[in-house]
Every structure is written in C-alpha cells, then in structure tokens.
C-alpha cells in the first residue's frame, strides 16, 4: 500500500520551489500508447496541472525504447525486480523479448528521476514498465487475464533507487497530496486506495 506517512510528511511546495513530480507520460494525456494513442482521460493525475506549486515530469519508457506504436509487452517468470536481477523476462505478445531495452528505460527513468531531483512519482499501474503494486502475470491478450503483485522494471528501478511511487487510482493517497499542495483543499474521506474499489 502507498506510504501515508511519506505523503503527510512531503514538504509544503511554493510557486517558487514547486513540488517535483515524475509522471508517466501517458497519465498526462500524451498519445504514447502502444496503439498510438493515449489510455484515456486520468482526472486524478491531472489536477495536479491546476496547480502552480507543482512541476511535473512527464515520461513513457516503453515510447523511450521501442517507440510508438509497439506491440504489448508483459512479464513473464516474475516481476520487475526479477528481470532487474536477470530471473524474469519482459516479452512482446509475439514472443520478442525486451528485456534488455525495458532495463535501459528503467535505467533512463531513474536517470530522470535524478536528474530533476524529483520527490514523488505517480505512475500507470498494471504496466510491465510503470506498475506499482499490480502487474499481469504474462501475456494480457490469453484468454484468461492474471494478475499478480509486484512492480514493473521501471517501477522497481525507481523503488530500489529509494523513490516513493503511488499510480494514478490512489484516491485515498492524491487526495493527501492534494492537501499538501493546497492548504485548503478538503480531503475526501471516502477516497479509497487501489486494493479498497474496484479497479479493472
């Protein structure tokens, strides 16, 4: 689950030091799908441009190493710490494997993330690049769709790096960051966290 605490205690951001946030690009309604196009309308994680206090950092590390469009990719014998440790692998629906190159977007993710000192990252859970908590066990077009916990290599590159990372249907956890950012806004307590609503 997102760290709470972590939110709570995130500094109070000016216009003038804004807080720092890495997005996956996608979230922000940029056409880097593997269809070519986005995955549709994340109000969530756009709210966040309303606000002068904030900066955002938008990237798609699947667009970063094979372009758009591109075929599906999942994992397959673990999750994105597995193929960081070479004991899993990222293959394409027609069975091309990708490991190599979704390691090397991890690795330019993380050289992002560094690069702009970011505090947060928000990003697309499900993904085999950018999960956080859920990601598909293997291929997503079988007949029978399986889920698993875990991160994908993007995901975990930036969690092994010390990030703290929340996707886009944290509501309980925006809502908290929504708080920091504006003084006034008034939580919704009946905001609800991935595992709390139903989300696929």
């Given amino acids: 689950m997102p760290d709470h605490n972590f939110l709570k205690k995130l500094r109070i951001p000016t216009n003038t030091d804004p807080l720092r946030i890495l997005v996956s690009a996608c979230l922000l309604g940029v056409k880097c799908g593997v269809d070519g196009d986005n995955y549709g309308d994340f109000p969530s994680v756009l709210k966040l441009l309303n606000y002068d206090n904030v900066k955002l950092f938008q990237f798609c590390p699947e667009d970063f190493s094979f372009g758009t469009p591109r075929e599906i990719c999942d994992i397959y014998g673990g999750d994105g710490h597995d193929v960081l440790d070479g004991n899993a692998k990222v293959l394409t629906s027609s069975g091309i494997d990708w490991s190599e190159d979704m390691i090397k977007a991890s690795e330019k993710m993380l050289f992002v993330a560094q690069q702009h000192d970011i505090e947060l990252a928000i990003m697309m859970d499900v993904s085999a690049a950018c999960g956080n908590h859920v990601i598909y066990d ?58 709390e609503h139903l989300w696929y």
Avoid: T
């Fill in 138 to 195: 293997g291929n997503r077009l079988s007949e029978i769709k399986k889920y698993q916990i875990g991160m994908g290599v993007c995901g975990a590159q930036l969690s092994r790096a010390g990030y703290s990372i929340i996707s886009w249907r944290e509501y309980e956890s925006l809502e908290i960051l929504y708080s920091k950012i504006d003084p006034s806004h008034e939580i919704d307590k009946q905001a609800k966290d991935f595992k």
